[in-house]
C-alpha cells in the first residue's frame, strides 16, 4: 500500500486548506483510513477517521472534513478556520486489512502511513 499526501503549504490563521491522498495497492472493498498530524515536539494525534460505511470521527468536527473518492483513490482532508495549533506535519493513514467498520476510529492499529505534507499557520 502506498499513500502519497499532498496540499500542504503556508497560510495565514482564518485560512483553508484541502489535503490530499492518493492511494494505490488498497486491495479491499471495504477501508478503514484517516488523517493524523504531528507537531514539533508533541505525540501525534488522529484528526479525522472514516471508513468505507460511512463512519467519521472528528477531532473537531466543526472546522475539518474528511472525505474520500473511490473513483480516484483519493483521501481528502477539508480545514478551515485554521489556528496556529493546527501546524504540523499531516500523514495519510490506512488500516490493512480494514477490519470491522464500527470499529474504525482513531484509535484502531493503522498500518500504512504517507510520509506527510506540512501544513504551517502564522497570523
Known amino acids: 500500500v502506498q499513500l502519497v499526501e499532498t496540499g500542504g503549504g503556508s497560510v495565514q490563521v482564518g485560512g483553508s486548506l484541502r489535503l490530499s491522498c492518493v492511494v494505490s495497492g488498497y486491495s479491499y472493498s471495504e477501508f478503514c483510513m484517516g488523517w493524523f498530524r504531528q507537531a514539533p515536539g508533541k505525540e501525534r494525534e488522529a484528526v479525522a477517521t472514516i471508513s468505507s460505511l460511512g463512519n467519521v470521527w472528528y477531532l473537531d468536527s466543526a472546522r475539518f472534513t474528511i472525505s474520500q473518492d473511490r473513483g480516484k483513490n483519493t483521501l481528502y482532508l477539508e480545514m478551515n478556520r485554521l489556528t496556529a495549533d493546527d501546524t504540523g506535519t499531516y500523514y495519510c493513514?490506512?488500516?490493512?486489512?480494514?477490519?470491522?467498520?464500527?470499529?474504525?476510529?482513531?484509535?484502531?492499529?493503522?498500518?500504512?502511513w504517507g510520509q506527510g505534507t506540512q501544513v504551517t499557520v502564522s497570523s
Open positions: 493513514a490506512a488500516r490493512s486489512p480494514p477490519g470491522r467498520w464500527l470499529d474504525c476510529g482513531p484509535r484502531v492499529d493503522f498500518t500504512d
